[in-house]
């Protein structure tokens, strides 16, 4: 029952030096590139909203005397603030590399607060702002693109505390083991990134 | 083995092809035609039956086939050829479906053209006359939508700009659409959806009624709009559907050649009555139609629309 | 579904217990039998629901059910059986089973994940068939258009909306896991042109998952916003646009039916060689294949928006687009026909089931192209044709691939076969019943009867009874199925480890397998389908058909 075809000799076996448990954990490490493929479809999620904004905005008019002059100053400092934390967290990163853990936290710290400032110039503005979520097409699209935006950046604030309470003395993430570390910044790059495309096409357009 | 296998093929591929021609000019699977885009639709539907035909029952053909032909007999453990591929025939069989397909599209776009579906979709809003639809062009040529006035702002439960039909009340709008072959000298209806009926309109003559009424020979224009959800405006006769759209008018024009009377179904999950929600199209002669536009014309009917008919023929 | 005498895991590290088995396992063969056994339970829920659906049109007039029960009955009928039956079935259960073995590996590359990607199934499917008993199920079709998602009752739209996003997620997971492991897992020394071809199917599907699932899943947080919250996205009252949901919608919801597909087309790819005793024909034009659809799926969404009002040069381009999937579509089958033709072929159950599946898929492709055509779209869309096409292809196509797997690799999974008069048995039914039902609605569609509705004109009573007992005798045909599957666990024939004598790794193993998929080192198998006898060993007058193919090779 079990003979095989007759050309069986294209199965060969790889050799028996490797041990088992060697297959089985040594694999590499592919956590970067699932997060990779994680951001992409998260992109995509954008990239639907986007697509909708883009698409309302071209075919469905707004009611008369409806504003949306946005105010640009507060916008244009945040976005400052999240170019900027991109840079320190990077700076982080390098020290971190660089087997400097004790010079590394103050960078992820500044991260935070930058990430942090972020979103309370985000509320500020909220707050100012002349209409309500339901006034009308555009004021949702806009609630739903920044707020979502902003749940990422929310949810990048606690990864880098994280990772910050992790790169302590006897912490997790280590120059040799500094996977929640770049993760957590790729994953950074990325919520700024959608950024400038969302200030782009809310404000500047 | 007298006969060359090849000789074989080519007859049954011969055979095959003539018979899916067959099959497409004789098979009888559509309702009657009743508007002057059904003819061409059935004749679209011949030549996709045909080529489907072929293509279906050669590819069954050579399935049986093989599992007759190459069949494991009982006790047979052996393998079958090893072969792994064939240029030549896969960019065959790559090629020929790429060319029928290519020709379908084409043949198709053909069609849609002489059924009217390239008509340029904002081209079209002459339902209220010359001063409107020149209205309507200079807005549409600001073209900043966002600047312009929402068109429906009240919501369900209000039509107002759908039954306007003083020219002057006309709100520049985008105007979706499907199918439209009407000349200029086409009988305007306005046909509002909601759950769940289908209310028409005859600006000219100022009757609303439950049925379609329309005369034979003489193009018709649909300007549809709904109230609430989403319908779909359909008559199977006509080979004819557009979704009826709230916040959204479209319009869709065709020509009925055929007096009877055919369903009006709404094709478009609408809610729970959506099966229920049907109504009668009667395509008259000219004069039971003019009969019908006097008999249920309100008080001062506009007799405009009657004048403006072309003679039937 | 393991369970076995004792003595055929003599020897072997299978993890024994039923409690494996709804367990937070991270064994890529258990995970993928939850899958498959979770969903086929939700395909028993589906049918039950086909057949109220099925009742109640055996009367023209609404009598078995209300029609509000009818929408709701629809919406789940639907959900049901693309989020919780195909999809999980032919990704996450084949795929977590196969695709390990085939990259020669021990496990998916994020087993955890895993895990995670299967348990939020059966939370989001229990979530969505209590709505029907607690709130009301929503009642809007499984596409939820606007505004009438947002305008039937809150609650059950909104666990809809819920349930979906749960399973969207798990598909994404699923896809992740998929592209990492066929990527970055392989054995050393195996290249990606040497994978079996399901391999590629899944890397194909899991891109389009990866790629649309998240419009979806973004599309429908707007729409939940919409009917909680009272934003106008989609409701026109508010200044909204309707038509924007539906390209949302559909830019996943195509692609979702390659999803649907293609893992079926590469299940498909490894039955026929083994049973036809043939090489897979046409290996790196198959490949190619799943690319071009890949591609192609993405950009011809709106051809099931050909009534809504879109621009015409739009409907020319979504036309022309939505043909050319005929032609690497077309490769796939014709390359099949050639693996058949000159083989050894079994005629066996999983056979049977394989070669219908190219019988009714190249049926459904056909109407489906037809459908492209915007001018023949306008007449059938949303009417029985559409509803004909589409059982064709996903019940005539991948549910009959997915019993042909069951025939297949039922060995594998227990260790033991399934009784093959049965299976017969069973292929027969479903054959009769699954055209007897679906060929009618053919000419249903083209002659007036438009598709969800509770009542339809009395002139076509006798076509949609035809129908009624079509779906009857698909429902009887599961009983030889679901029988032969529990007897055979029990009492069928010891299958040894490789039945039929198969070249792909998962058959280099004991049957079932054990936990790390092979007791010593992992064999490295550079061609899966390294059948037959070269073509200048042959005995040429023992052959056929040596006259309209030449070998490749030489
Ligand atoms: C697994 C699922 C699946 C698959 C694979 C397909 C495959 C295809 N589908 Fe289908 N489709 C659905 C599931 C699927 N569909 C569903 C669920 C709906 C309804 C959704 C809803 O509204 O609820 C739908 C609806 C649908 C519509 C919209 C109809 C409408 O609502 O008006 C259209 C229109 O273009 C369409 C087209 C096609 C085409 C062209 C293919 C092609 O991929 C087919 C290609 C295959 C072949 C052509 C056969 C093999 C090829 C050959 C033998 C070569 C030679 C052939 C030629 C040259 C033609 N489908
Ligand atoms: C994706 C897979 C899939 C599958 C496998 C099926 C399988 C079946 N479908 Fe379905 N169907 C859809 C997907 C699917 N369908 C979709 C997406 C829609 C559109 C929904 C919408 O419009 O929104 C639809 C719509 C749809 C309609 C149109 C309804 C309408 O528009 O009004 C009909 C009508 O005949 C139908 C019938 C059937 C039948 C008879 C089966 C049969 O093949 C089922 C056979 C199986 C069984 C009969 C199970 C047998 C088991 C039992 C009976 C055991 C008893 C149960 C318990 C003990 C729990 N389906
Ligand atoms: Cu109106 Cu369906
Ligand atoms: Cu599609």
Redesign the pocket.
């Known amino acids: 029952m079990t003979s095989l075809a007759p050309s069986s000799t294209v199965v060969t076996t790889t050799s028996l030096a490797q041990p088992v448990e060697a297959v089985e954990h040594g694999h590499g490490d592919f956590r970067m590139f699932g997060l990779l493929l994680f951001l992409v479809a998260d992109g995509m999620t954008f990239a639907g909203f986007f697509a909708a904004y883009l698409t309302f905005r071209a075919v469905n008019p707004l009611p008369p005397g409806s504003n949306y002059e946005l105010e640009l100053l507060l916008p244009s400092l945040n976005t400052v603030l999240l170019v900027v934390s991109s840079f320190t967290f990077h700076r982080g990163g390098k020290q971190l590399l660089a087997g400097n853990r004790s010079g590394c936290r103050p960078w992820l710290l500044l991260t935070a607060a930058l990430g942090s400032a972020f979103l309370a110039g985000q509320m500020v503005e909220y707050f100012s702002l002349p209409f309500g979520l339901t006034e009308n097409l555009f004021a949702s699209t806009f609630y739903a693109l920044t707020g979502f935006h902003g749940l990422h950046v929310t949810l990048g604030v606690i990864c880098i505390l994280v990772v910050w309470f992790q790169t302590r003395d006897q912490g997790r993430v280590t120059a040799s083991e500094p996977f929640g570390l770049e993760a957590a910044e790729l994953y950074w790059h990325f919520v700024d990134v959608i950024w400038l495309v969302l200030f782009g096409l809310l404000y500047v357009l | 083995m007298t006969i060359p296998t090849s000789l074989i093929t080519l007859v049954l591929g011969m055979v095959l092809v003539l018979g899916g021609l067959w099959v497409g000019q004789n098979v009888n699977l559509l309702p009657v035609d009743a508007s002057s885009n059904a003819p061409v639709y059935d004749a679209l539907f011949q030549v996709l039956f045909s080529?489907?035909t072929i293509?279906?029952v050669g590819?069954t053909g050579l399935l049986i086939f093989s599992l007759v032909r190459f069949r494991r007999l009982p006790g047979d453990q052996g393998d079958g050829v090893a072969i792994e591929g064939n240029l030549p025939l896969e960019i065959l069989?790559t090629a020929?479906?790429?060319v029928?397909?290519l020709f379908?599209g084409i043949y198709s776009y053909d069609i849609y053209e002489r059924m009217g579906g390239m008509t340029p979709l904002n081209g079209h809003e002459a339902m209220h006359g010359d001063a409107s639809s020149l209205m309507l062009a200079e807005h549409q040529s600001h073209g900043d939508a966002m600047a312009a006035p929402a068109l429906l702002r009240e919501g369900p439960g209000s039509s107002s700009t759908l039954l306007a039909d003083d020219p002057g009340e006309a709100q520049p709008e985008r105007v979706w659409g499907g199918i439209s072959s009407a000349a200029g000298d086409a009988l305007p209806v306005e046909l509002t959806a909601m759950q769940f009926a289908f209310i028409f309109h005859y600006p000219d003559s100022s009757i609303t009624s439950g049925e379609l009424h329309v005369p034979v020979g003489r193009p018709v224009q649909l300007r549809m709009e709904a109230r609430d959800v989403i319908h779909a405006f359909w008559v199977p006769q006509f080979r004819l559907k557009q979704d009826v759209i709230p916040g959204q008018p479209t319009v869709m024009s065709f020509t009925p050649t055929r007096p009877g009377t055919y369903p009006i179904v709404c094709a478009e999950l609408c809610g729970p009555y959506h099966g229920g929600m049907r109504t009668n199209v009667v395509v008259h002669e000219q004069e039971a139609f003019e009969a019908w536009i006097r008999q249920n014309a309100p008080a001062a009917p506009s007799t405009v629309a009657l004048a403006a008919a072309p003679p039937t023929g | 579904m393991t369970v076995a005498s004792p003595e055929s895991f003599q020897g072997s590290l299978q993890p024994q217990g039923w409690l494996r088995y709804f367990s937070f396992s991270l064994d890529h063969k258990v995970i993928g039998l939850q899958y498959l056994v979770t969903g086929f339970i939700f395909y028993l829920i589906g049918g039950a629901l086909a057949g109220v659906i099925r009742t109640e049109l055996a009367s023209p007039i609404s009598d078995f059910i209300s029609r509000e029960t009818y929408n709701e009955v629809l919406t789940l009928h639907?959900t049901v059986m693309?989020f919780l039956w195909?999809v999980p079935v032919v990704n996450g259960g084949f795929g977590n089973y196969l695709i390990p073995f085939y990259v020669g590996a021990r496990d998916m590359a994020f087993p955890r994940l895993n895990a995670v990607a299967f348990w939020m199934i059966p939370p989001a499917g229990i979530l969505l068939i209590s709505s029907y008993f607690i709130s009301g199920a929503a009642q809007s079709?499984?596409?939820a258009y606007p505004p009438l998602s947002i305008t039937t009752p809150a609650a059950g739209q909104v666990v809809w909306i819920l349930s979906v996003l749960l399973l969207g997620g798990s598909s994404i997971f699923g896809a992740i896991n998929f592209i990492a492991t066929v990527l970055k897992l392989r054995q050393p020394g195996l290249k990606l042109m040497q994978l079996p071809m399901y391999c590629w199917a899944m890397l194909g599907t899991s891109i389009l998952v990866v790629l649309s699932t998240p419009v979806l899943a973004g599309t429908l947080i707007l729409l939940s916003f919409d009917i909680v919250a009272h934003t106008g996205f989609f409701n026109p009252a508010l200044g909204g646009n309707v038509v924007v949901y539906q390209h949302l919608f559909w830019f996943y919801?195509?692609p979702?039916?390659?999803?649907?597909?293609?893992p079926?087309f590469g299940l498909v790819s490894e039955i026929l060689p083994i049973h036809a005793r043939k090489p897979l024909f046409g290996y790196t034009t198959m490949v190619y294949s799943i690319l071009g659809?890949v591609f192609l799926?993405l950009i011809?969404w709106a051809?099931?928006m050909?009534?809504s009002g879109t621009p015409p040069w739009m409907r020319l381009f979504?036309?022309i687009a939505?043909?050319f999937?005929?032609?690497p579509?077309?490769?796939?089958?014709?390359n099949w026909l050639a693996t058949l033709w000159g083989g050894k072929i079994a005629l066996n159950s999983a056979m049977l089931f394989s070669c219908a599946f190219i019988f009714h898929?190249?049926?459904?492709?056909?109407?489906?192209?037809?459908?492209?055509?915007v001018p023949f779209?306008i007449h059938?869309?949303?009417?029985y044709?559409?509803?004909g096409?589409?059982h064709y292809?996903?019940y005539g196509?991948?549910v009959f691939v997915i019993f042909a797997a069951i025939y297949h690799w039922y060995p594998k999974f227990t260790g033991r076969m399934l009784n093959e008069d049965l299976g017969r048995l069973h292929f027969l039914l479903t054959f009769v019943g699954f055209n007897l039902c679906f060929l009618p609605q053919h000419w249903l569609g083209l002659n007036g009867m438009p598709?969800r509705v509770a009542e339809y004109d009395p002139a076509f009573t006798t076509l949609n009874q035809a129908s009624s007992i079509g779906a009857l005798l698909m429902a009887i045909s599961t009983l030889p199925l679901l029988y032969n599957v529990i007897w055979s666990a029990f009492r069928g024939q010891v299958a040894g480890d490789n039945p039929w004598r198969a070249l792909t790794p998962e058959w280099l193993t004991s049957s079932p397998p054990p936990v790390e998929n092979w007791v010593g080192a992992a064999p490295l198998v550079h061609e899966p389908y390294a059948y037959g006898v070269p073509a200048d060993q042959i005995d040429l007058n023992a052959t056929s058909g040596r006259d309209l193919w030449s070998d490749g090779r030489s």
Do not use: C, E
């Open positions: 080529i489907g293509l279906f590819v069989w020929i479906p790429a029928v397909v379908v | 639907g693309i195909i079709g499984w596409t919801s195509h979702a039916v390659y999803i649907m597909v293609l079926a659809i799926g011809v051809h099931h050909f009534t979504f036309t939505t043909s999937i005929a032609v579509t077309g490769i796939k089958f014709f898929f190249v049926f459904g492709g056909i109407t489906g192209v037809a459908l492209a055509q779209d059938v869309h949303d009417t044709f559409v509803v096409h589409f292809i996903v196509g991948t598709r």
